[in-house]
């Protein structure tokens, strides 16, 4: 059975570029989950997807956004792009809420 | 109140001896607490998790324990081995949200 799968898994953009991120969960998962990982804040709480509706969604500024297809697939977007803004994003999914996730191994968004 | 706090930041630990790191939460509406298992350049892996039904669940060399009273949990490694050195994060979510709340995570390495 395959894993999540991310891609890209590198991506390096300018400020005020905008990005979109892409996330397969793995077969028959419906939920869908981003998170942000850097060295200094570690690992914060984007949002989570659900049947094509977002249920929860982290502290996070408007100009991360995302959604979820009817095939489970999910997208984030980042809009204005700020250097503080370089992370690894990461996106889990588990067969429904409330149960364990399964992470993808990251984008590595990079802002020069 | 949705801080999950972990120590130590890292951990050097001999082969063969006892790994150990402590979790500690304040939101006592948290009723889920995995473990994960992060390797350089790859997304974190679920490795155990617990419930506070119970008071400790082993998976091989791997064992959590979980102390409600004190909201308090560790994940311990046996018999620790070169290919456990990674980084661990404890994590905690309640039903009603599931949302993972991140340790800060604790590099271990296992020295030959």
């Known amino acids: 059975k395959a894993g999540v799968t991310q891609t890209p898994r590198y991506l390096i953009k300018t400020r005020g570029q905008q990005v979109t991120l892409s996330c397969s969960p793995i077969?028959?998962?419906?939920?869908v989950s981003w998170y942000q990982q850097t060295p200094g804040q570690g690992l914060q709480f984007l949002f989570e997807?659900?049947?094509?509706?977002?249920?929860n969604k982290g502290n996070f500024p408007g100009r991360f956004s995302g959604r979820q297809f009817s095939n489970s697939r999910s997208e984030m977007n980042v809009s204005t792009l700020e250097l503080g803004d370089s992370a690894l994003y990461l996106c889990?999914?588990?067969?429904?809420?409330?149960?364990?996730?399964?992470f993808g191994d990251g984008t590595r968004l990079s802002i020069l | 109140q949705q801080q999950v706090k972990q120590s130590p930041q890292s951990l050097i630990v001999q082969k063969g001896g006892i790994s150990i790191i402590n979790c500690a939460y304040e939101?006592?509406?948290?009723?889920?607490f995995p473990w994960y298992q992060q390797f350089p350049g790859k997304g974190p892996a679920l490795l155990i998790a617990?419930?506070?039904d119970v008071s400790e669940k082993k998976e091989g060399r791997f064992t959590i324990s979980f102390n409600k009273s004190a909201k308090q949990f560790s994940l311990h490694i046996m018999d620790s081995q070169p290919g456990d050195s990674a980084t661990y994060f404890c994590?905690?979510?309640?039903?009603?949200?599931?949302?993972?709340?991140w340790g800060a995570g604790t590099k271990l390495i296992i020295k030959p």
């Open positions: 889990a999914s588990s067969l429904t809420v409330n149960q364990p996730q399964h």
């Open positions: 077969s028959g998962h419906r939920s």
């Open positions: 997807y659900f049947s094509e509706t977002q249920r």
């Open positions: 939101n006592t509406a948290f009723d889920y």
């Open positions: 617990i419930r506070p």
């Open positions: 994590a905690a979510s309640s039903g009603s949200n599931y949302q993972l709340i």
